[in-house]
Every structure is written in C-alpha cells, then in structure tokens.
Nanobody, 123 residues
Framework: QVQLVESGGGLVQPGGSLRLSCAASGFSLEYYAIGWFRQAPGKEREGVSCVSSAHTSIDYADSVKGRFTISRDTAKNTVYLQMNSLKPEDTAVYYC????????????????WGQGTQVTVSS
C-alpha cells in the first residue's frame, strides 16, 4: 500500500523550530520529487518547498527562504522539513506530496499525498 505519513507538527512559540517528517511506505522516494505544501484556514494551498528525485534541485517559497530547509534520507525513505524562526503566519496544515522526478508548483500534478500535520505558531 502506497502511503505518505507526516509527523512532527505541533504548537510552538514565535521564533521557535519544528522538524516535519514525511515517511513513505509502499514505494521508494528515491525516484520521486517531494514537495511540502501548506494550507491555512480560508486560504489556498501553497507550495513551501520541494526537492527533486536526484536532489538536483531544491525550491523554496520566498516566504520561507532562509528559515526552512528541506532534506531527504534515502536510507530511511523519508524527507524532512526543518523550520526555524517560525512566525504566526506559518500556521497551517502541512502536507507532503510525491510526483515522479521533478518538482512542480502545481499541487494538482502530485500523485501521492500525506494526511497532513498541524503546525501552530502562537504565543
């Protein structure tokens, strides 16, 4: 069974850090680009970051550049999103998604999705 499972969300104060994990089962992430997306209440889903299958390209939304870092551990079949200097506007449900090889900003082109993990940044 093909599955993506996110974890690591939670409540954090502004300026704090979280590390999200996206673990795959039933297929190898090695051949897939993995994107992180987020959706806040009443807002459109937006791309946060993406890493291509061969790690040849990494993209970040302007709003998270310099604060978030995406990485992948092929041996663990897992992709991570390290989030530092968190702001209240980062509050959202975060999803990871997979598509073959290359990143794409259109979330409709992703084949597999996780269930999402809530990130809340608040004092």
């Amino acid at each position: 069974q093909v599955q993506l499972v996110e974890s690591g969300g939670g409540l954090v104060q502004p300026g704090g850090s979280l590390r999200l994990s996206c673990a795959a089962s039933g297929f190898s992430l090695e051949y897939y680009a993995i994107g992180w997306f987020r959706q806040a209440p009443g807002k459109e889903r937006e791309g946060v970051s993406c890493v291509s299958s061969a790690h040849t390209s990494i993209d970040y939304a302007d709003s998270v550049k310099g604060r978030f870092t995406i990485s992948r551990d092929t041996a663990k079949n897992t992709v991570y999103l390290q989030m530092n200097s968190l702001k209240p506007e980062d509050t959202a449900v975060y999803y990871c998604a997979a598509r073959p090889k290359f990143c794409d900003s259109d979330y409709g082109t992703y084949d597999y999705w996780g269930q999402g993990t809530q990130v809340t940044v608040s004092s």
